[in-house]
Protein backbone atom coordinates (compact mmCIF):
# COMPACT_ATOMS: atom_id res chain seq x y z
CA UNK A 1 0.00 0.00 0.00
CA UNK A 2 1.06 3.62 -1.26
CA UNK A 3 0.24 6.61 1.24
CA UNK A 4 0.91 10.16 0.55
CA UNK A 5 0.54 12.66 2.96
CA UNK A 6 -1.65 16.07 2.81
CA UNK A 7 -1.37 18.85 4.89
CA UNK A 8 -3.81 17.69 7.25
CA UNK A 9 -2.12 14.79 8.47
CA UNK A 10 1.67 16.20 8.14
CA UNK A 11 3.49 16.99 11.24
CA UNK A 12 2.36 13.46 12.69
CA UNK A 13 5.34 10.68 14.01
CA UNK A 14 5.30 7.95 11.53
CA UNK A 15 3.63 5.21 14.29
CA UNK A 16 0.71 7.26 15.43
CA UNK A 17 -0.38 8.26 11.67
CA UNK A 18 -0.46 4.64 10.66
CA UNK A 19 -1.83 3.37 13.96
CA UNK A 20 -4.82 5.12 13.57
CA UNK A 21 -4.91 4.68 9.41
CA UNK A 22 -8.28 3.12 8.63
CA UNK A 23 -7.24 1.06 6.36
CA UNK A 24 -4.41 -0.76 8.07
CA UNK A 25 -6.11 -1.24 11.72
CA UNK A 26 -2.38 -2.70 13.00
CA UNK A 27 -1.24 -2.00 16.60
CA UNK A 28 1.38 0.49 17.15
CA UNK A 29 3.41 -2.25 18.33
CA UNK A 30 3.17 -4.16 15.02
CA UNK A 31 3.75 -0.79 13.35
CA UNK A 32 6.66 0.01 14.78
CA UNK A 33 8.04 -3.55 14.10
CA UNK A 34 7.40 -3.54 10.08
CA UNK A 35 8.93 -0.06 10.48
CA UNK A 36 12.34 -1.76 11.94
CA UNK A 37 12.29 -4.63 9.59
CA UNK A 38 12.25 -2.21 6.65
CA UNK A 39 8.76 -2.72 5.72
CA UNK A 40 7.71 0.74 6.31
CA UNK A 41 9.34 2.57 4.12
CA UNK A 42 9.16 6.91 3.67
CA UNK A 43 10.12 8.40 0.22
CA UNK A 44 11.16 4.73 -0.39
CA UNK A 45 14.02 4.83 2.36
CA UNK A 46 13.68 2.89 6.09
CA UNK A 47 13.28 5.67 8.68
CA UNK A 48 12.26 5.50 12.53
CA UNK A 49 9.33 4.96 14.01
CA UNK A 50 9.08 8.32 15.56
CA UNK A 51 9.95 10.14 12.36
CA UNK A 52 7.39 13.20 11.49
CA UNK A 53 5.60 13.16 8.64
CA UNK A 54 5.93 15.94 5.90
CA UNK A 55 3.79 17.03 3.41
CA UNK A 56 3.94 14.90 -0.23
CA UNK A 57 5.87 12.23 1.91
CA UNK A 58 5.44 9.13 0.47
CA UNK A 59 4.67 5.75 2.78
CA UNK A 60 5.34 2.68 1.36
CA UNK A 61 3.99 -0.28 3.37
CA UNK A 62 4.05 -3.96 2.95
CA UNK A 63 2.30 -6.36 5.47
CA UNK A 64 3.10 -10.03 5.68
CA UNK A 65 0.25 -11.99 4.79
CA UNK A 66 -1.99 -13.77 7.70
CA UNK A 67 -0.93 -17.21 6.81
CA UNK A 68 -2.20 -18.72 9.76
CA UNK A 69 -5.78 -17.30 9.99
CA UNK A 70 -8.06 -19.22 7.68
CA UNK A 71 -11.27 -17.32 6.89
CA UNK A 72 -14.04 -19.81 5.73
CA UNK A 73 -17.28 -18.59 3.83
CA UNK A 74 -20.23 -19.16 4.93
CA UNK A 75 -23.64 -18.66 3.99
CA UNK A 76 -24.77 -15.53 5.49
CA UNK A 77 -27.70 -13.37 4.09
CA UNK A 78 -27.03 -10.40 2.41
CA UNK A 79 -29.31 -7.58 1.12
CA UNK A 80 -27.24 -6.30 -1.73
CA UNK A 81 -28.69 -3.31 -3.59
CA UNK A 82 -26.23 -3.79 -6.82
CA UNK A 83 -24.12 -5.93 -8.18
CA UNK A 84 -21.11 -5.77 -11.24
CA UNK A 85 -18.42 -7.57 -12.10
CA UNK A 86 -16.31 -4.53 -10.32
CA UNK A 87 -18.17 -4.11 -7.36
CA UNK A 88 -21.25 -4.25 -4.58
CA UNK A 89 -23.26 -2.37 -2.50
CA UNK A 90 -24.54 -3.71 0.10
CA UNK A 91 -27.21 -2.58 2.57
CA UNK A 92 -25.52 -4.54 6.14
CA UNK A 93 -27.73 -5.32 8.88
CA UNK A 94 -26.89 -4.76 12.25
CA UNK A 95 -24.94 -7.12 14.71
CA UNK A 96 -22.56 -7.79 11.67
CA UNK A 97 -18.70 -7.41 12.41
CA UNK A 98 -17.33 -6.28 8.41
CA UNK A 99 -14.19 -8.48 8.74
CA UNK A 100 -12.18 -11.05 10.81
CA UNK A 101 -9.70 -10.48 13.63
CA UNK A 102 -7.23 -12.74 15.74
CA UNK A 103 -9.96 -13.62 18.19
CA UNK A 104 -13.37 -13.49 15.51
CA UNK A 105 -12.89 -15.22 12.29
CA UNK A 106 -16.65 -16.22 12.00
CA UNK A 107 -19.88 -14.21 11.32
CA UNK A 108 -18.08 -11.63 9.41
CA UNK A 109 -19.38 -9.64 6.42
CA UNK A 110 -16.43 -11.26 4.74
CA UNK A 111 -17.20 -15.14 5.70
CA UNK A 112 -20.43 -14.19 3.46
CA UNK A 113 -18.85 -11.98 1.00
CA UNK A 114 -16.39 -15.36 0.22
CA UNK A 115 -19.78 -17.57 0.23
CA UNK A 116 -21.21 -15.23 -2.62
CA UNK A 117 -18.65 -14.20 -4.44
CA UNK A 118 -15.77 -17.17 -4.02
CA UNK A 119 -12.26 -15.56 -5.29
CA UNK A 120 -13.79 -12.89 -7.37
CA UNK A 121 -12.83 -9.65 -4.52
CA UNK A 122 -10.24 -7.73 -4.45
CA UNK A 123 -6.84 -8.48 -2.78
CA UNK A 124 -5.21 -5.31 -2.09
CA UNK A 125 -6.39 -5.44 1.66
CA UNK A 126 -5.10 -8.73 2.19
CA UNK A 127 -6.75 -11.90 3.33
CA UNK A 128 -8.58 -10.97 6.99
CA UNK A 129 -10.51 -7.64 4.49
CA UNK A 130 -11.03 -9.08 1.06
CA UNK A 131 -12.97 -6.63 -1.20
CA UNK A 132 -13.08 -4.43 2.31
CA UNK A 133 -13.33 -0.50 0.88
CA UNK A 134 -14.83 1.37 4.04
CA UNK A 135 -15.97 0.04 7.08
CA UNK A 136 -19.31 0.26 9.32
CA UNK A 137 -18.70 -0.37 12.66
CA UNK A 138 -20.81 -3.49 14.08
CA UNK A 139 -24.21 -2.26 14.96
CA UNK A 140 -24.15 0.82 12.19
CA UNK A 141 -26.64 -0.51 10.06
CA UNK A 142 -26.74 0.98 5.61
CA UNK A 143 -24.89 1.33 2.63
CA UNK A 144 -21.05 -0.35 2.41
CA UNK A 145 -18.82 -0.26 -0.97
CA UNK A 146 -17.14 -3.84 -1.41
CA UNK A 147 -14.89 -4.17 -4.69
CA UNK A 148 -14.96 -7.05 -6.40
CA UNK A 149 -10.99 -6.06 -8.42
CA UNK A 150 -8.46 -4.60 -7.46
CA UNK A 151 -8.79 -1.76 -9.95
CA UNK A 152 -12.16 -1.13 -8.22
CA UNK A 153 -10.52 -0.88 -4.70
CA UNK A 154 -7.67 1.21 -5.82
CA UNK A 155 -10.82 3.60 -7.48
CA UNK A 156 -13.00 3.88 -4.39
CA UNK A 157 -10.25 4.18 -2.28
CA UNK A 158 -9.02 7.04 -3.52
CA UNK A 159 -12.66 8.32 -4.25
CA UNK A 160 -13.18 8.23 0.04
CA UNK A 161 -9.85 9.72 0.38
CA UNK A 162 -10.21 12.80 -1.38
CA UNK A 163 -13.97 13.15 -0.33
CA UNK A 164 -15.39 12.40 -4.11
CA UNK A 165 -17.40 9.50 -2.76
CA UNK A 166 -20.23 11.16 -0.83
CA UNK A 167 -21.41 9.17 1.98
CA UNK A 168 -24.47 10.34 4.17
CA UNK A 169 -26.05 9.06 7.31
CA UNK A 170 -29.07 9.58 9.58
CA UNK A 171 -28.24 9.62 13.32
CA UNK A 172 -31.58 10.48 16.23
CA UNK A 173 -29.68 12.24 18.69
CA UNK A 174 -30.20 13.64 22.45
CA UNK A 175 -31.58 17.44 22.60
CA UNK A 176 -32.71 19.99 20.31
CA UNK A 177 -29.98 21.68 18.01
CA UNK A 178 -31.15 25.17 18.05
CA UNK A 179 -28.92 25.94 14.62
CA UNK A 180 -30.60 23.85 11.22
CA UNK A 181 -27.39 23.22 10.14
CA UNK A 182 -23.19 22.96 10.63
CA UNK A 183 -19.93 21.52 10.67
CA UNK A 184 -17.88 19.78 13.77
CA UNK A 185 -14.35 19.94 12.55
CA UNK A 186 -12.06 18.34 15.38
CA UNK A 187 -9.07 15.82 15.13
CA UNK A 188 -9.61 12.15 16.15
CA UNK A 189 -7.67 9.29 17.56
CA UNK A 190 -7.09 6.89 19.38
CA UNK A 191 -8.14 7.27 23.46
CA UNK A 192 -4.58 6.94 25.20
CA UNK A 193 -6.38 5.61 28.11
CA UNK A 194 -8.50 2.78 26.57
CA UNK A 195 -7.09 1.81 22.98
CA UNK A 196 -10.94 1.01 22.02
CA UNK A 197 -12.07 4.07 22.19
CA UNK A 198 -11.77 6.89 19.90
CA UNK A 199 -11.77 10.69 21.31
CA UNK A 200 -11.11 14.74 19.92
CA UNK A 201 -8.11 16.31 20.39
CA UNK A 202 -6.62 19.86 20.17
CA UNK A 203 -3.83 18.71 17.79
CA UNK A 204 -2.94 16.40 15.65
CA UNK A 205 -0.01 15.18 17.67
CA UNK A 206 -1.84 12.37 18.41
CA UNK A 207 -5.12 12.39 16.03
CA UNK A 208 -6.05 13.15 12.76
CA UNK A 209 -8.24 15.96 10.97
CA UNK A 210 -12.05 15.11 10.54
CA UNK A 211 -14.88 17.14 9.98
CA UNK A 212 -18.37 15.93 9.77
CA UNK A 213 -21.28 18.23 8.21
CA UNK A 214 -24.33 18.03 9.97
CA UNK A 215 -28.24 19.03 9.29
CA UNK A 216 -31.18 18.83 11.50
CA UNK A 217 -33.84 16.94 9.41
CA UNK A 218 -36.66 16.99 12.23
CA UNK A 219 -36.83 18.12 15.62
CA UNK A 220 -39.01 15.44 18.20
CA UNK A 221 -39.79 15.05 21.66
CA UNK A 222 -40.94 12.52 24.19
CA UNK A 223 -44.17 12.69 25.40
CA UNK A 224 -44.24 11.67 29.24
CA UNK A 225 -40.69 13.28 29.97
CA UNK A 226 -40.93 16.36 27.45
CA UNK A 227 -37.23 15.10 26.55
CA UNK A 228 -35.99 16.39 22.97
CA UNK A 229 -34.26 15.08 20.06
CA UNK A 230 -33.11 15.75 16.81
CA UNK A 231 -33.36 13.14 13.74
CA UNK A 232 -29.97 14.61 11.54
CA UNK A 233 -28.20 14.09 8.58
CA UNK A 234 -24.65 13.68 8.48
CA UNK A 235 -22.17 13.93 5.79
CA UNK A 236 -18.78 12.45 6.18
CA UNK A 237 -15.69 14.94 4.60
CA UNK A 238 -13.09 12.42 6.40
CA UNK A 239 -13.77 8.31 7.29
CA UNK A 240 -12.53 8.21 10.83
CA UNK A 241 -12.74 5.58 13.20
CA UNK A 242 -16.16 6.10 14.87
CA UNK A 243 -16.31 9.56 13.70
CA UNK A 244 -19.52 10.43 13.59
CA UNK A 245 -20.39 9.08 17.26
CA UNK A 246 -17.01 10.63 18.51
CA UNK A 247 -17.94 13.89 17.00
CA UNK A 248 -21.63 14.24 18.26
CA UNK A 249 -20.45 13.23 21.52
CA UNK A 250 -17.91 15.37 21.42
CA UNK A 251 -21.14 18.07 20.20
CA UNK A 252 -22.92 17.37 23.38
CA UNK A 253 -25.97 16.04 21.35
CA UNK A 254 -24.72 11.79 21.68
CA UNK A 255 -26.55 9.22 19.72
CA UNK A 256 -29.34 7.56 20.92
CA UNK A 257 -28.50 4.08 22.07
CA UNK A 258 -24.46 4.21 21.67
CA UNK A 259 -23.22 1.94 24.90
CA UNK A 260 -19.48 3.68 24.17
CA UNK A 261 -19.85 7.44 23.44
CA UNK A 262 -23.93 8.08 23.81
CA UNK A 263 -26.73 7.11 25.72
CA UNK A 264 -26.84 3.05 26.14
CA UNK A 265 -30.52 3.44 28.45
CA UNK A 266 -32.66 5.35 27.30
CA UNK A 267 -36.60 5.87 27.10
CA UNK A 268 -36.31 5.10 23.23
CA UNK A 269 -35.11 1.37 24.40
CA UNK A 270 -32.84 1.55 21.25
CA UNK A 271 -30.73 -1.73 21.58
CA UNK A 272 -28.03 -0.07 19.43
CA UNK A 273 -26.67 3.30 18.17
CA UNK A 274 -29.65 4.98 15.98
CA UNK A 275 -26.97 5.27 12.88
CA UNK A 276 -27.68 4.88 9.25
CA UNK A 277 -25.63 4.96 6.54
CA UNK A 278 -28.39 5.91 3.56
CA UNK A 279 -27.11 7.20 1.06
CA UNK A 280 -24.02 6.84 -1.47
CA UNK A 281 -22.80 8.59 -4.49
CA UNK A 282 -19.51 7.85 -6.42
CA UNK A 283 -18.09 7.42 -9.94
CA UNK A 284 -18.06 3.79 -11.11
CA UNK A 285 -14.65 2.99 -11.62
CA UNK A 286 -14.67 1.40 -14.90
CA UNK A 287 -17.82 3.09 -16.76
CA UNK A 288 -17.18 6.50 -14.65
CA UNK A 289 -21.09 6.99 -14.74
CA UNK A 290 -21.87 8.72 -11.59
CA UNK A 291 -23.65 5.75 -9.43
CA UNK A 292 -26.10 7.22 -6.04
CA UNK A 293 -28.17 4.99 -4.32
CA UNK A 294 -30.63 5.35 -1.17
CA UNK A 295 -32.28 2.77 1.41
CA UNK A 296 -34.80 3.22 3.99
CA UNK A 297 -34.36 3.32 7.84
CA UNK A 298 -34.13 -0.31 9.34
CA UNK A 299 -37.51 -1.20 11.62
CA UNK A 300 -35.61 -1.22 14.42
CA UNK A 301 -34.87 2.70 13.76
CA UNK A 302 -38.24 3.88 12.05
CA UNK A 303 -39.88 2.34 15.21
CA UNK A 304 -38.19 4.88 17.54
CA UNK A 305 -38.83 7.55 15.62
CA UNK A 306 -42.93 6.58 15.55
CA UNK A 307 -42.47 6.16 19.26
CA UNK A 308 -41.42 10.03 19.43
CA UNK A 309 -43.89 13.14 18.45
CA UNK A 310 -42.70 15.52 15.81
CA UNK A 311 -42.29 18.94 17.47
CA UNK A 312 -41.37 20.82 13.75
Given amino acids: MDIIIDQENANQRLDSFLADYEDLELSRSYIKTLIKDGQIQVNEKSTKASYKLKENDKLSVEIPEAQILEIEPEKIDLDIVFEDDDLIVINKQANLIVHPSENIVSGTLVNALLHHCGNKLSSINGVKRPGIVHRLDKDTTGLMLVAKSDIAHKSLSEQIQNRSAERYYKALVLDNIKDKSGAIIRAIGRDLGDRKRMRCYDSLDNA ?63 SRPLLHSYKLSFEHPISKERMSFETELPEDFKASLEFLNATE
Avoid at 236 to 243: A, N, P, S, V
Avoid at 244 to 253: E, L, P
Fill in 208 to 270: RYAKTNWKVLQRLEHNSSKENYCLLECKLDTGRTHQIRVHMAYFKHPIIGDPVYGIAKNKIKA
